[in-house]
């Protein structure tokens, strides 16, 4: 089992960036899959990005896609997304999300464990 803690959110003006910090704790965090996801009022939880368990493989939502960058490093139990050129409708709660696998997924379905979310706001 693994417990997941996100970080690093705020309020922000558009065009601005935040880093964002999922930190995980246990010893096997380098054996789980990560996603971030995102869940704005009255919208449903929507993929942004995931990482597989050795960095070798990224994927981003269509949305997202050359504005924000995910990461891991697995000494420090922790994965970074990298929210740059921000625009007001990335408003939302983001969360990490964790599964025991070697892929990814893009669905919430897909993970097992996650944190409380982190809250973002982007002014226009």
């Known amino acids: 089992q693994v417990q997941l803690v996100e970080s690093g959110g705020g309020l922000v003006q558009a065009g601005g960036s935040l880093r964002l910090s999922c930190t995980a704790s246990g010893r096997t965090f380098s054996s789980y899959a990560i996603g971030w996801f995102r869940q704005a009022p009255g919208k449903e939880r929507e993929f942004v990005a995931a990482?597989?368990?050795?960095?070798?493989?990224?994927y981003y939502a269509d949305s997202v896609k050359g504005r924000f960058t995910i990461s891991r490093d697995n000494a420090k139990n922790t994965v970074y997304l990298q929210t740059n050129s921000l625009k007001p409708e990335d408003t939302a709660v983001y969360y990490c999300?964790?599964?025991?696998?070697?892929?990814?997924?893009?669905?919430?379905?897909?993970?097992?464990?996650w944190g409380k979310g982190t809250q973002v706001t982007v002014s226009s």
């Open positions: 990482i597989s368990r050795s960095s070798s493989s990224t």
């Open positions: 999300a964790a599964r025991p696998t070697v892929v990814v997924s893009g669905t919430p379905r897909g993970y097992d464990y």
